[in-house]
T-cell receptor, first 112, second 116 residues
Framework: GENVEQHPSTLSVQEGDSAVIKCTYS??????FPWYKQELGKGPQLIID?????GEKKDQRIAVTLNKTAKHFSLHITETQPEDSAVYFC???????????FGKGTLLTVNP | DGGITQSPKYLFRKEGQNVTLSCEQN?????MYWYRQDPGQGLRLIYY???????QKGDIAEGYSVSREKKESFPLTVTSAQKNPTAFYLC???????????????FGQGTRLTVV
């Protein structure tokens, strides 16, 4: 955990384009990196996660990459659709601080 | 259906009153958490509990209290000492993986508390 920076805070793309959201963290002992999607008025839902022993994970149109040396991880959404519009949060945990710490979120808008 | 339930969805209280938010889960999860969400602030941890009858303060515990008398339930009380209680409150639960929360956390649908 500890200090997760997330960028950008807002992202607008055209339908069919790709979207990339990046997070950096400070605790080198972090070992778990989930991404959550939150729709308006609802609780966050896990969309993909990655552990520190792998560098990339893919699930259909979404993928997450992890660079442990640089301490950053990214969410990639390809072929975006209007229903992808939501707030996305990165998080991490493990190591000296085992609490799940969240970034401040990215509001993604996919324009039809 | 298995899941985590928060109630009520909307809650209004007068300033100076204590209020308790409910969180129940039937996922047989050991760990439960309370987060507060404010615009532009992400999710901030208030309290968490890894096991029945035990809980720990998170990053913003002042003005809040919790109890964990049953595995399924983790109610949060917002006391009159909380200076800015109006917010969206989220409860979550997870299994206890190695090193604590390196397993998926399931969230409830949240309670929007407004203090007037």
């Amino acid at each position: 955990g500890e200090n997760v920076e997330q960028h950008p805070s807002t992202l607008s793309v055209q339908e069919g384009d790709s979207a990339v959201i990046k997070c950096t963290y400070s605790d080198s002992a972090s070992n778990y990196f989930p991404w959550y999607k939150q729709e308006l008025g609802k609780g966050p839902q896990l969309i993909i996660d990655i552990r520190s022993n792998v560098g990339e994970k893919k699930d259909q149109r979404i993928a997450v990459t992890l660079n442990k040396t640089a301490k950053h991880f990214s969410l990639h959404i390809t072929e975006t659709q209007p229903e992808d519009s939501a707030v996305y949060f990165c998080a991490n945990s493990g190591g000296s601080n085992y609490k799940l710490t969240f970034g401040k979120g990215t509001l993604l808008t996919v324009n039809p | 259906d298995g899941g985590i339930t928060q109630s009520p969805k909307y809650l209004f209280r007068k300033e100076g009153q204590n209020v308790t938010l409910s969180c129940e889960q039937n996922l047989n999860h050991d760990a439960m958490y309370w987060y507060r969400q404010d615009p532009g602030q992400g999710l901030r941890l208030i309290y968490y509990s890894q096991i029945v009858n035990d809980f720990q303060k998170g990053d913003i515990a002042e003005g809040y209290s919790v109890s964990r008398e049953k595995k399924e339930s983790f109610p949060l009380t917002v006391t009159s000492a909380q200076k800015n209680p109006t917010a969206f409150y989220l409860c979550a639960s997870s299994t206890r993986g190695t090193g604590w929360i390196n397993t998926e956390a399931f969230f409830g649908q949240g309670t929007r508390l407004t203090v007037v």
